[in-house]
Structures are given as structure tokens and as C-alpha cells.
């Protein structure tokens, strides 16, 4: 299969939208200066607000593909019209929620929400719906659903910059938890309205990591606004997860796990757990019954020593791949942190120990009043730091080293039911006929696919398997790192569209692709299989082709301990 058929069936779409659109009015464009004097007041969003206003509104030409800033190659970006506002908070102390809206020229009656990522605090534009200028999952050489007609739009969570001080106000903290994302999609619907003469036919929520849990969080919250919600590497107990940040951070002081540490852990875990799925191709398939086997690498005594490791470094990776248990229940019953889990891709170069979960230096401790992020410290490390801070204690000068979270019990279990997106019951999202979504890959070392496997187990044991497999697929990607690095990129928008307006169930194993994002060129495809399933290989045929591999289901899909 040549790669480059997909970065032409973009430019062709491109193409063909420019010459039905000689034949169809361009209602978007011909209104695009008008909706600058376009009045929303309170009354058009559903939450509380002081209404919104439109502070640009503009015609933007074809893009042609380009290489973005960082090397990586773009897409090709249709003629639209470009809306951007801002929504006014009642609480005069809260930043206004800032908005992004893109207007096709050939609208397809579509609408597609995209949700944001890290702390949040960065405006959603790009037509891709990326702020990085990507749209993922979706493989990186297919078009951009603004190419495929859709109207889509984003907003930055409510606040500007990853500085959480402001939080201080309730009315903002509520708006980054999943209200901004609420109030936007209101907005938008008037917007759309005004442009094209009617409300869109479908409006579908995508996001990926903290985006991933405001798209799970959209359906649980306000069921009725979404047909369709696609949920990639979600951070869904986002104070569960870190809380036990926390802890490691701590774990790590003691015991900090340096390259040579992180490679041999890495090493050992494929050594292990790389053939169990039939194929040694540094890919752990068979990522729910790997042991953790670190125990074996303990230095004589449990002295620090070459080649293997001390009590305290176990002792740090035990804290981050097995469950840690919470002194404060959290919201939905949640009582532990599944763990980051066992993934054979320790030391991945991206976003992987060396970024998210470890970091190339020990943390600070102790830290210091005023600091804030510490790019060489682990990401979620750093994350932990800023939440326990400022949501938590309320404090900027507040050392979160050896938190003990039992005087605030009940800010945290607050702060929980605000922002976690564990509620197991999606009956009035699945009532409505809502369908979602969720793309996990395997190694994820940012997020842990534990931690989604357990809300899988709490969706069914409160909904039951039959009304579960009705709105929701799980599927999990392998070998691959957060936000779909590796091969994990699957076409997760044709498989909601033809589940949401043909009623096609999605299959138990889709097709999952590595591409450079330089050239394009598809490296490797692999099923990604429908949950509890994993990707065995027939042991025979091209091991970079997913038609080799075979989706096996296990004996015991519930099961998973990463304890010897």
C-alpha cells in the first residue's frame, strides 16, 4: 500500500469541495462578516453565563500542505470561515471561556467538538482540531474532518496557560472540569444556525488524554448534546491517577530511576512478555498478563549497584505499575489507581518514562514556593505538584512531598465528583442512542490501561454487558505510547459515523497504523482488538501487516494483577 494515496485523497477532496461548492451557496462565507454582530445572550447556553460575543469572524483561503514548525507533514486545509469569541463568566474573579469555530464552505451538516489536553489553557484552532496542528487518532495521512465538510470547534478549557492559580475561583474550576466545553458547544449551535440556516444533523466530541476524559465526562454530564463521543488515551480518574503521582514522585526521591535504570526494567519486561503474543517484535500484546518481574533486578543486598536495581528504586517501580489503594474514596466508588501497568516500552523515546511518568531528572524536594512546572521532571509528576497546590490545599507555597490527603477529604472527594470521568452509568447518553468510542494503546505510560480496563469492568457490572456493547467499544492499541504514538492510530471517525447514521457495529478488530510523521509513509499496521482481546500472531506472513494477527480473546479477560 503507497502512503502518499492518502495525502492526495486529501488534496482531491480539497478539490472536489471547491467545485461543488461553484454549484451550491456558500451561505457560510457570504455571512462570515455578518456573524461578528451576532448576539448570544445567556439565555442560547445552558449553564450560567453573562452570554458571549464574537470578537473575529473571517474568510480564510485554501492552505496548501505544508511541514509544520517541528518537521511533521501537514495536510491541506480548506477555504472557511473563521469565528473566534469569548464567553462571559458570572464571577467577575474567573477568565472568560475563549472560542474557536471553523465554518466549511461545503458543510457536510456535521459538527465535531474537540476537547483539550494537559492542564488545559490553550485555545483548540487548528481545522485539524489540534492546537499542535494534528488531529489524532485519526491517521495522520487521511483528511482533516474540516476537509471531509465537518464544522468544527474547540475552546481553552476556560482559562489561558497551564497556570492553575486560577482556580481559586469555583466558577473556573467548574468551567475546566467540563462546563467551558459545555457552554462552547451552545455557543456553537447558535453560531451554526446563523451561517447555514439550521442546526447541524449529528454533533460528535473527540479528545485524547485530558480531552479524553472531557469527551468520556461529555456523554456522563450532558448526554443528550452528543450523538457520538470518541475518547483516545483518557485520563478518566484524573485525581486518582495523581494522587498516586503524587506518591511516586515521592517513591522516586528515595529511589530516582535514571536511563540506565529505566532500560533495564524495559529490557527485562520484553525479555519476559515479548513472545507471549507469537511474534519477539519489541511489541507486548499481551499486555494484561506480563508480570512485574522488577523484583529480580535487585542488587545484592539492596544496595545501589551496576545492572540492577536498589530496595528503593523497586520499591519506585512497583508504586508506579501496581495499584495504589486511596485513603479518600473518590467519586463513583473509585477506592484505588489501577497503576500504569506493565508495557515493555519503559524507555520509548516518546512520552514514555523519560517524559511523562519519570522524567530525565530527580524531582525537587523540597519544592519550592512559586514553582511551577519543571520541564525535566516527569510531566504527571508535575501535574500532581500544581493540582495537590493549588485545587487541593489551595495553597501556592503548599510542599506536596508526603501529602497526607485526610484533612482534605472533602475538597478532594469535591474536586472528584467535578472532574473524574468514572461514572459507570451512561443509561441516559446510551438511551438516546449516544455511541462512544474509547482508543487505549497498550503502553501507555502516561495514563495506564489498567485504569480504563477497571471503568470497562464498572460500566458492565452496572449496565450490564449487552446495554454496554450497545453504545460503547473499547478497543486497545499495541505497543503503542500516550496519544497514540507507536501503532496505534486507528480511523475512529468512519467507524462513529457508520455506527451513529448507518448502524454498522464497529468490528472486534480494526486496523491500527504506525506512520512517519515526516513523510507520511505507513511503517506498520497491527488489529487493534475490541477489549479484553489481544493481538496474536498467526505465525506466518509479513509482521508489519495486521492481516498476520488474529484477535484472541483470553481465558480470563477480568483478570488484571501485574504482580507475578
Request: charged residues 20%; contains cysteine.
Amino acid at each position: 500500500m503507497k502512503p502518499i494515496v492518502y495525502a492526495v485523497a486529501a488534496v482531491a477532496a480539497i478539490v472536489t469541495q471547491a467545485a461543488q461548492a461553484q454549484d451550491r451557496p456558500t451561505t457560510a462565507l457570504q455571512r462570515c462578516q455578518d456573524l461578528k454582530g451576532l448576539t448570544i445572550v445567556p439565555s442560547d447556553i445552558g449553564l450560567p453565563t453573562r452570554g458571549a460575543s464574537i470578537t473575529q469572524a473571517d474568510r480564510a483561503s485554501v492552505a496548501e500542505p505544508k511541514p509544520s514548525p517541528d518537521g511533521e507533514f501537514g495536510l491541506p486545509i480548506p477555504e472557511r470561515c473563521i469565528v473566534q469569541g469569548r464567553i462571559d463568566p458570572v464571577d467577575s474573579s474567573a477568565p472568560p471561556v475563549n472560542f474557536n469555530i471553523n465554518l466549511p464552505i461545503n458543510w457536510n451538516g456535521k459538527a465535531l467538538q474537540s476537547g483539550g489536553g494537559g492542564l488545559g489553557g490553550a485555545l483548540i484552532t487548528g481545522p485539524n482540531q489540534k492546537a499542535s496542528g494534528r488531529f489524532d487518532p485519526i491517521p495522520l495521512d487521511l483528511p482533516y474532518p474540516l476537509t471531509l465538510g465537518y464544522v468544527t470547534f474547540g475552546d481553552d478549557d476556560g482559562h489561558q496557560g497551564p497556570d492553575v492559580s486560577f482556580t481559586k475561583s469555583d466558577e473556573a474550576l467548574r468551567n475546566w472540569a467540563s462546563d467551558a466545553h459545555k457552554k462552547t458547544r451552545d455557543v456553537a449551535m447558535t453560531i451554526i444556525k446563523a451561517a447555514y440556516g439550521r442546526a447541524p444533523d449529528r454533533v460528535y466530541f473527540t479528545g485524547e488524554s485530558a480531552g479524553g476524559r472531557e469527551a468520556v465526562i461529555m456523554a456522563q454530564k450532558f448526554p443528550r448534546d452528543y450523538d457520538g463521543i470518541i475518547a483516545t488515551s483518557p485520563v478518566l480518574g484524573w485525581y486518582a491517577i495523581h494522587l498516586a503521582d503524587n506518591t511516586i514522585r515521592d517513591r522516586l526521591i528515595q529511589g530516582w530511576l535514571d536511563a540506565k535504570a529505566i532500560s533495564l526494567i524495559a529490557e527485562k519486561t520484553r525479555a519476559t512478555c515479548d513472545e507471549a503474543d507469537g511474534l519477539k517484535d519489541g511489541v507486548i500484546a499481551r499486555y494484561m498478563e506480563c508480570p512485574n518481574t522488577v523484583a529480580t533486578l535487585r542488587c545484592p543486598e539492596g544496595k545501589p549497584g551496576e545492572g540492577c536495581l536498589s530496595d528503593a528504586q523497586i520499591a519506585a517501580v512497583n508504586a508506579i505499575r501496581e495499584p495504589w489503594s486511596m485513603i479518600v474514596p473518590l467519586a463513583h466508588g473509585v477506592t484505588r489507581y489501577a497503576g500504569f501497568g506493565v508495557t515493555g516500552d519503559e524507555d520509548g523515546e516518546r512520552y514514555q518514562y523519560g517524559f511523562y511518568t519519570v522524567g530525565t531528572e530527580r524531582p525537587s524536594q523540597p519544592l519550592e514556593p512559586g514553582r511551577g512546572f519543571e520541564p525535566k521532571r516527569g510531566a504527571v509528576l508535575n501535574f500532581s505538584n500544581l493540582l495537590v497546590r493549588h485545587t487541593i490545599a489551595q495553597d501556592p507555597a503548599f510542599d506536596p512531598y508526603q501529602f497526607d490527603p485526610r484533612p482534605y477529604a472533602k475538597r478532594i472527594q469535591y474536586l472528584s465528583a467535578l472532574f473524574d470521568a468514572t461514572n459507570p452509568d451512561l443509561s441516559e447518553f446510551r438511551n438516546r442512542g449516544g455511541k462512544m468510542i474509547i482508543l487505549q494503546p497498550s503502553a501507555d505510560n502516561a495514563v495506564g490501561t489498567p485504569m480504563i480496563a477497571e471503568y470497562y469492568r464498572s460500566m458492565v457490572a452496572r449496565m450490564g454487558q449487552e446495554a454496554t456493547d450497545e453504545m460503547l467499544r473499547f478497543y486497545v492499541g499495541h505497543g503503542g505510547g500516550h496519544n497514540v504514538t507507536g501503532t496505534s492510530q486507528v480511523d475512529t471517525l468512519t467507524l462513529l459515523e457508520n455506527w451513529v447514521e448507518k448502524g454498522q457495529s464497529p468490528p472486534d478488530a480494526v486496523t491500527a497504523y504506525n506512520i512517519d510523521t515526516n513523510t507520511l509513509k505507513r511503517l506498520r499496521s497491527m488489529p487493534a482488538c475490541r477489549y479484553p482481546s489481544y493481538a496474536k500472531y498467526n505465525g506466518a506472513g509479513d509482521p508489519n501487516n495486521a492481516e498476520s494477527f488474529t484477535c484472541e480473546k483470553r481465558s480470563d479477560p477480568l483478570a488484571f494483577d501485574p504482580k507475578p
